[in-house]
């Protein structure tokens, strides 16, 4: 009778909760996730809104502190676990409202850190859930999503890596130039973009990718080689010309210049074909 009674008192605290967290649904529903890429944008609400949930339930559980420290005395397992999740999720949001500026920017570099450790173990779902977590801190982290989309890339994940690329083209043409560091240029977004859609047989994007990396680098051996790859996979024989031409004089010891010479050689004008299908 004891334990029946402890049951249903628990299962009305929870019920109070879960009317005043889904009281904020509304808002949560509003929430800005205009700068998350495409069918992410899903994955990394939930994030913050699970977040939210617990936050609210850490809130409003202080109420039922007592109470629960009572029932726990009175049925041990379920309820103690219960207890000691709830004490630490008040505990945890205590503390991450007092980290300053610099601590939460080491927390950033901590989790960039697990996630190389987690690409080294090729423990690709670790190193996604800790690049999604230093975005869900900073939504306009470029390395993170560059980062990321490296992850689906790996996993090959075309979709997941073209929205989350495509993102971080966004965010870096309006970044300030401090951000290009490294390897993260406009060109080299572009060109992880052309190999991505060629993975997912996307020639026509991939063949607008490849031409704006060619705007900045149209000398790049990595940017040529791709390029006409796409303009023979879309018997885009004019385009095909001009980067072998291009290949010619970057590298004319390439072996393989005879043989890709052949094919694209072989290449039908598309102008012939639609005057073949007219006739």
């Known amino acids: ?40 944008e899903a994955k990394f609400k939930d994030q913050i809104i699970k977040k939210r949930i617990e936050r609210d339930f850490a809130k409003w559980g202080q109420v039922f502190i007592k109470a629960w420290h009572f029932l726990n005395k009175l049925s041990s397992g379920p309820l103690h676990s219960a207890h000691n999740k709830l004490k630490a999720l008040k505990d945890y949001y205590r503390k ?23 690409l080294k173990a090729d423990n690709l779902d670790e190193a996604e859930t800790s690049l999604i977590e230093i975005i869900s801190l900073e939504q306009k982290n470029l390395p993170a999503f560059m980062a990321l989309a490296d992850v689906y890339s790996k996993g090959k994940k075309w979709a997941e890596a073209r929205q989350t690329y495509g993102y971080a083209l966004k965010l870096a043409k309006a970044s ?18 052309a190999w991505v859609n060629e ?14 990396a060619l705007e900045f680098e149209p000398n790049n051996p990595r940017y040529l080689d791709l390029a006409l790859n796409l303009a ?5 024989k004019k385009f095909a010309l001009e980067i072998l031409e291009r290949l010619r004089v970057v590298n004319p010891e390439n072996a393989k210049l005879v043989e890709l010479t052949e094919i694209v050689e072989g290449i039908e004008d598309f102008a012939k074909v639609e005057d ?4």
């Not at 023979?232 to 885009?236: A, F, G, L, N, R």
């Open 176 to 193: 300030k130039e401090e951000y290009f560091t490294g390897d993260i240029t406009l060109q080299e977004i572009h060109f992880l973009l």
């Open 96 to 118: 991450s409202k007092k980290l300053t500026l610099s601590q939460r920017r080491e927390h950033i570099r901590n989790l960039f850190r697990k996630a190389e450790d987690s």
């Open 1 to 40: 009778m004891l334990v029946t009674f402890s049951i249903i008192l628990v299962l009305a605290c929870l019920i109070i909760i879960a009317t005043i967290i889904l009281k904020k649904f509304p808002a949560l529903a509003i929430l800005d996730v205009e700068n998350i890429p495409g069918q992410k």
């Open 232 to 236: 023979i996979e879309q018997k885009d």
């Open 276 to 279: 073949k299908l007219e006739e």
């Open 199 to 212: 993975n997912l047989a996307d020639y026509r994007e991939a063949l607008d990718h490849i031409r704006e």
